[in-house]
């Protein structure tokens, strides 16, 4: 394959693609379509909580690495014939990830976890999350804006088949799976892991539709469906989802003002609230209504009281992560017939499973997203990563605020879309650029065979 480009005052120059250029683009464009596939395959997958979801979950993950260590190898190789330099690009976010992949290490190691198959169960799903999201932070800025447009528009429909399945329901999911038990919305079987999902995805898409180089009919279209899927929310009747949307709106709404278009920001939020609460006082004011109001929840208390004991039994490494489940009967007082899995807060769980330690690396996490997302917004104002930044930093505060009432965490559909987000959201400009500070590294070794 020829290219042709003319130089004023010479004769055109036929520039060669060679074999390596097009296997370059192939592999880049297969890496960015298959980390897409994967997030995409989880929520399809009932959440990606089954053994067999669970194991494709994981598989996937090990071969969207493989793919992007096969793109940069053809990458390097094409500026470099002998001498091959793979660009590994770091976060701020790897640090807490790595030390809290230690302390899972010493509890398994040392045998501190009351199960050891359940922490190595949870400790593979946090290989994987910490896979995707490695691979999210080597894409470059035109990869990441396009995951973000696939991931927009599959929540855009993944929303409208939502509530056309919760307006002819038959207790099936895709009117065909009949859970055991559970509130179901779309493909999940706990309507508090839909409304997680949509947290994530709802100000990725606010944020496109609200891209000034889109043409008007695309900002419409955009438009209705940001308004669905906040609306899905509120149908799901996920008290938990109500609130993680208005803080994540609130949030979003705040950070546009000071970074972005402050004129417009408070016209903008206030139309869309307005428009989607409009939207659902005509679909459903009755059952919304009440389920709002609604808010004796007495089991959670339960729950909350009897872990304090389990808490002063392993207060410093907790009693291994992932046995939550495992450990809590021992500890639990009172029985309502009910299995209780899952704390029903990430927050008072991860404290549980890995102790004060775990905990305070969780803070730790929290403190680098909101610290480093803040200076990139800051840093690169007006562009349109920084809008992606934003959003993503907006999805992750929403279930952050959902995580206090609920274990979207322990999803692993939502957590592999939660860490990519966070990493997006934490990511430098300057890396893609070539700029290699203290967020990037170029690793150079030469081949085998070659002088």
Same mark, same amino acid.
């Given at each position: ?11 055109p ?8 250029d ?5 592999l ?10 994967v ?44 001498? #091959? ?9 790897f ?12 509890q ?6 009351a ?38 528009a ?8 939502? #509530? ?20 179901i ?31 008007r ?15 899905? #929310? ?44 409009l939207?659902?006082a ?12 609604d ?40 029985y309502?017939?009910f ?12 404290l ?5 330690l775990?905990?305070?690396v ?5 403190v680098?997203?909101?610290r ?31 995580s ?5 965490l ?22 893609s ?19």
């Amino acid at each position: 394959m020829h290219s042709a480009q003319a130089i004023e005052g010479s004769a055109p120059v036929v520039t060669r693609i060679s074999r390596r250029d097009r296997l370059e683009r192939a592999l880049r464009v297969c890496l960015v379509v298959v980390f897409s596939a994967v997030l995409i395959f989880g929520p399809l997958a009932l959440g990606a909580v089954q053994d067999w979801s669970i194991a494709l979950l994981e598989a996937a993950a090990a071969a969207v690495l493989l793919i992007w260590m096969a793109w940069r190898l053809s990458a390097s190789g094409i500026a470099a014939p002998l001498t #091959v330099q793979i660009e590994i690009r770091w976060n701020p976010l790897f640090a807490p990830m790595l030390v809290f992949l230690g302390i899972v290490l010493v509890q398994i190691a040392f045998h501190r976890s009351a199960y050891l198959y359940d922490s190595l169960a949870e400790l593979w799903l946090c290989i994987a999350y910490g896979i995707l999201a490695f691979v999210a932070v080597q894409l470059r800025h035109d990869d990441v804006t396009l995951f973000a447009n696939t991931i927009v528009a599959f929540g855009s429909l993944y929303a409208v088949f939502a #509530v056309f399945q919760g307006f002819t329901p038959n207790g099936k999911i895709y009117w065909l799976i009949e859970p055991r038990a559970g509130s179901i919305y779309g493909s999940y079987v706990n309507h508090n892991h839909y409304a997680g999902l949509m947290e994530l995805l709802l100000p990725l898409a606010l944020v496109i539709a609200l891209d000034p180089s889109l043409r008007r009919e695309k900002r419409l279209l955009l438009a209705c469906a940001t308004v669905t899927m906040a609306a899905s #929310v509120f149908l799901s009747q996920s008290r938990g989802g109500m609130i993680a949307v208005i803080v994540e709106m609130v949030f979003l709404g705040i950070v546009w003002m000071i970074h972005f278009s402050p004129r417009k920001s408070a016209t903008v939020f206030v139309a869309f609230c307005i428009t989607t609460a409009l939207f659902l006082a005509w679909v459903a004011p009755r059952e919304l209504g009440s389920r709002i109001t609604d808010i004796h929840d007495p089991e959670r208390l339960l729950i909350h009281r009897d872990s304090i004991r389990m808490f002063l039994a392993h207060p410093l490494l907790g009693s291994g992560f992932g046995t939550f489940a495992t450990v809590f009967p021992h500890y639990r007082v009172f029985y309502d017939g009910f299995f209780i899995d899952n704390a029903h807060d990430d927050y008072l769980e991860l404290l549980l499973e890995t102790g004060l330690l775990g905990f305070g690396v969780g803070v730790w996490f929290l403190v680098v997203l909101y610290r480093e997302g803040g200076r990139n917004m800051r840093l690169i104002k007006n562009s349109s990563i920084a809008r992606i930044n934003a959003a993503a930093l907006a999805g992750c505060t929403g279930l952050l605020a959902h995580s206090f009432l609920d274990f979207n965490l322990h999803i692993p559909a939502n957590a592999a879309l939660f860490y990519v987000l966070c990493v997006i959201a934490t990511a430098s400009s300057k890396i893609s650029r070539g700029n290699f500070n203290r967020h990037g590294a170029t690793i150079p070794f030469t081949r085998s065979g070659s002088r």
